[in-house]
């Protein structure tokens, strides 16, 4: 069962045609299996469910996610508490999320479905 504002998933970049390579890594080095969402991202349960994210500019830090039932209630908690909002709510394959930054500059997404 999801938990509310529990760390729920983590998302890397793999742009610039690197898909495919980084499956092959963490296939051969940890054993990681994938299930392929299109040509640009594959998710992965191992452990801590992820994705590697092919449309991702090549800069992008590791994105962790959190879980909420109520998006919309999260989202004003955050900026309460001093986070800003960089990425308003949108949905996205399995649900909706929104990005924000938290007072140190560190980027989360926050999901529900």
Excluded: C
């Amino acid at each position: 069962m999801r938990s509310e504002g529990k760390l729920d998933y983590l998302e890397m970049q793999a742009g610039g045609g690197a898909i495919d390579s980084m499956k092959a890594f963490y296939s051969a080095a940890f054993g990681w299996s994938f299930v392929d969402y299109g040509a640009s991202y594959s998710a992965f349960e191992e452990g801590l469910d992820g994705g590697f994210d092919g449309s991702a500019p090549r800069d992008m830090k590791p994105l962790p996610v959190l879980y909420s039932e109520s998006l919309e209630d999260t989202a004003k908690a955050v900026e309460e508490a001093g986070g800003r909002i960089v990425r308003p709510i949108f949905d996205f394959p399995g649900g909706r999320r929104f990005h924000f930054v938290d007072p140190a500059g560190n980027e989360l997404a926050v999901w529900g479905e």
